[in-house]
């Protein structure tokens, strides 16, 4: 009774607030503001935000500018801010925050720019044309030279420049920098930079009674993470119309670097004076603010009373799935913690000991006492349903798992409207931070030794449990590397259970894009197919070094399965090697690690092979798959789900070492995928076979 009574003074709460309201309408008839608060973009709100030039989105994130040259973008909010009033000269305070990744990719370390900037400006402010890193966005180098158009088009940005342009004054560093109306400053700051893919963060306040721009952001001096701050003292009324258009903008030139939006929040306010001294029209406001005050108060009481009876509904609703949750968990086998002890072992989830994002909620580094060593705790959020659904999924199945190759959970809890998950903490993070963001090269035999521990963990859940565990999302952000650089596979909340030799229950589509088997969106089960074809794509981008859909890549190398494929079929494998290895692998593994990826990521899930052949394969216990020099088109014939993975497929690959013949038979329909393989011990040439 005690916390439905708090929650309904809780939501009690916007009924103050529309209170509040009702009285600034009659005491204060003219105040305009603009307030929202994106912590991510994953579903973009094209009626609030307008997205220019090549911004896409990608996990979450908007990626401001291509990995090219000469390439911009724009994200700006669709209405106008209105930043002073004409007729009283009073001037909007405004506060936005943001926080962004600069990252230059692979080799190409040395050839940043060339930034970020948050702008204002008129609206309908004009795109460059053509584009140009020097304008970071916001104008071409041609724009910039003609005085009469920066008069006509007039900004005023704070500028995070990554690339140092001496013909417009620029200093021999990086730096933040105040522009007005011009891409030449003197108003600006060193800024210490890291463009290894870090996070940074950047505030950005106008104080209107003296001012004051000011700016506090986050460098990185020496490896460490600092505090930097500038402001400059600047009259906007002198520069800028009543009205403006704000956004953030980026820009690449010769050279290139991404640029990509993680989050944004903006809060303005124009504060009017009284209308108790303001003339016979601002009366007629007052008027009409205490009418519409009062009709809001009215219908603000209704939906505090409706917030009070659906919180009510909502708390019992809780408290039976928390019950039910803790009879579901009693006989597994990791503990469970109470939410303070989680909250003292993050210091109360810090953003410093923030390890990464999912889908369902971030993933924080923690030290619990009692334990003595670190673990890592995902944090769920209680308002998703299907995060309900996979907290359960995981605790459930993957307590229940014991291999060298899984990530260990240790415990659970679910309170204070929050689940999350307690697991062992991996040193060495991800194999996609490795492959990706990394500064240090993940050398060959240690990327070997990844995908044969992969191998290793998904026989482990397709055979050797006492049921067969279906993953469903096996991907290099899932795998993760101990301190020994050896696998552990994690995330189980989309895993589904699948007896052996029976088939799988009908279920949603899931899974992620890229990692996705083609079937997956048609016949909606939970096959081990589609778990091979997931380690396949994983096997390509640990031989490949890049990343299963790669927006940057030209146009015929997008999607990396059909341009490695490609090569295959024109005897030119090698050409798809990580070019970060500059030649120092194992030649034999290396084909032996691709070929086997293009056989699991195979359109035709039936000519896929098991994960015990392709473990085989990887440790040249038998000879490699013999493939199609071009890659097939899918083809989808009704299955019976009770044979997939099961008996029937199993004598087909015992057979398959009585003939010992690795052709593949002329009718493509009737080339099972066990004659795919046959028995080959040691490490025999793999020369001639693709």
Same mark, same amino acid.
């Given at each position: ?38 912590? *991510? /973009? ?7 935000? +307008?997205?220019?030039?090549?911004? /896409? ?9 291509? #990995? ?13 801010? *209105? ?14 925050? @943001? ?63 990554? /690339? ?19 891409? *030449? ?41 600092? !505090? ?38 903006? +809060?303005?306010?124009? %504060? ?12 007629? $406001? ?42 579901? @968990? ?36 923690? @030290?619990? !006492? ?44 679910? %309170? ?30 240690? $990327? ?11 026989? #482990?859940? =397709? ?14 952000? +899932? ?16 895993? !589904? ?7 799988? %229950? ?28 997931? /380690? ?18 030209? +146009? ?34 290396? %084909? ?60 087909? #690959? ?28 040691? =490490? ?7």
């Amino acid at each position: 009774m005690e916390i439905s009574l708090h929650k309904s003074k809780t939501h009690l709460l916007p009924l103050l607030f529309i209170t509040k309201i009702f009285l600034f309408l009659t005491i204060n008839a003219s105040a305009t503001s603009i307030t929202f608060n994106y912590e *991510q /973009f994953r579903d973009v709100d094209h009626q609030n935000l +307008n997205l220019q030039g090549e911004v /896409f989105q990608e996990n979450g994130m908007l990626n401001l500018t291509r #990995y090219k040259k000469d390439s911009a973008g724009r994200v700006t909010y669709n209405n106008s801010l *209105q930043l002073w009033d004409n007729e009283t000269r009073t001037l909007a305070n405004f506060t936005t925050r @943001f926080t962004f990744i600069i990252n230059v990719l692979n080799e190409s370390r040395d050839g940043k720019g060339d930034g970020i900037t948050f702008f204002l400006a008129e609206p309908g402010f004009p795109f460059p044309s053509p584009p140009d890193g020097t304008g970071i966005g916001l104008v071409s180098r041609a724009q910039m030279q003609d005085q009469n158009y920066l008069d006509e088009h007039p900004f005023v940005a704070v500028e995070f420049d990554t /690339f140092s342009n001496t013909d417009v004054g620029d200093p021999p560093y990086d730096h933040v920098g105040i522009l007005v109306k011009t891409m *030449q400053t003197n108003y600006r700051t060193q800024w210490y930079t890291m463009n290894d893919g870090r996070k940074y963060d950047a505030e950005i306040t106008y104080d209107s009674s003296s001012f004051q721009l000011s700016v506090m952001f986050t460098g990185y001096k020496d490896n460490v993470k600092i !505090r930097q701050n500038y402001s400059h003292q600047i009259d906007l009324r002198d520069y800028l119309p009543e009205e403006v258009q704000f956004g953030i903008s980026s820009a690449t030139g010769l050279r290139f670097e991404l640029h990509t939006l993680c989050s944004w929040s903006f +809060n303005s306010s124009l %504060e009017m004076p009284g209308v108790v001294q303001r003339s016979k029209s601002n009366n007629k $406001r007052l008027v009409i603010g205490v009418s519409i005050g009062s009709v809001v108060v009215i219908v603000g009481l209704c939906i505090a009373l409706f917030l009070v009876w659906r919180s009510n509904c909502r708390v019992k609703r809780r408290d039976r799935l928390d019950l039910s949750l803790d009879k579901d @968990f009693e006989c597994v086998g990791p503990k469970k913690f109470s939410y303070n002890e989680l909250v003292r072992a993050t210091n109360n989830f810090a953003e410093e000991h923030k390890l990464g994002e999912g889908g369902f909620g971030g993933v924080y580094k923690g @030290f619990i !006492r009692d334990l003595n060593s670190y673990v890592a705790v995902k944090k769920v959020s209680h308002e998703s349903r299907q995060g309900v659904k996979e907290y359960a999924s995981e605790v459930k199945i993957i307590s229940q798992l014991r291999h060298k190759n899984l990530v260990q959970l240790i415990g659970w809890c679910h %309170e204070k409207n929050d689940f999350l998950l307690i697991y062992e903490f991996m040193p060495n993070g991800s194999l996609d931070y490795h492959l990706y963001r990394s500064r240090n090269l993940l050398t060959w035999p240690a $990327r070997y030794n990844i995908a044969k521990g992969l191998a290793s963990a998904v026989l #482990y859940l =397709h055979e050797e449990w006492e049921r067969c565990v279906v993953h469903r999302d096996i991907k290099s952000s +899932n795998i993760m590397l101990d301190s020994n650089f050896d696998t552990k596979l994690g995330d189980f909340g989309l895993a !589904r259970l699948v007896e052996h030799g029976k088939g799988s %229950e009908t279920t949603i589509v899931a899974g992620t894009k890229g990692y996705m088997a083609p079937e997956c969106a048609t016949i909606s089960k939970a096959i081990r197919e589609s778990d091979i074809y997931s /380690f396949g794509i994983v096997a390509l981008e640990i031989a490949c070094g890049r990343k299963p859909i790669d927006h940057y890549a030209p +146009n015929d190398q997008v999607m990396m399965v059909e341009w490695v494929w490609e090569l295959y079929g024109k005897g030119e494998l090698l050409e798809a090697a990580d070019k970060r290895f500059d030649g120092d692998f194992d030649e034999q593994e290396l %084909e032996r690690l691709m070929i086997l990826g293009l056989s699991c990521a195979h359109p035709d899930y039936t000519m896929r092979p098991t994960i015990r052949q392709a473990l085989q394969v990887l440790n040249f216990e038998a000879s490699l798959p013999t493939l199609p020099p071009t890659m097939p088109k899918a083809t989808y014939v009704a299955p019976c789900f009770s044979d997939i993975g099961s008996s029937i497929y199993s004598s087909a #690959y015992a057979s398959s070492s009585a003939t010992n013949d690795p052709r593949p038979s002329t009718n493509s329909r009737s080339y099972t995928r066990s004659s795919q393989y046959s028995s080959n011990s040691g =490490h025999s040439s793999t020369k001639g076979q693709f």
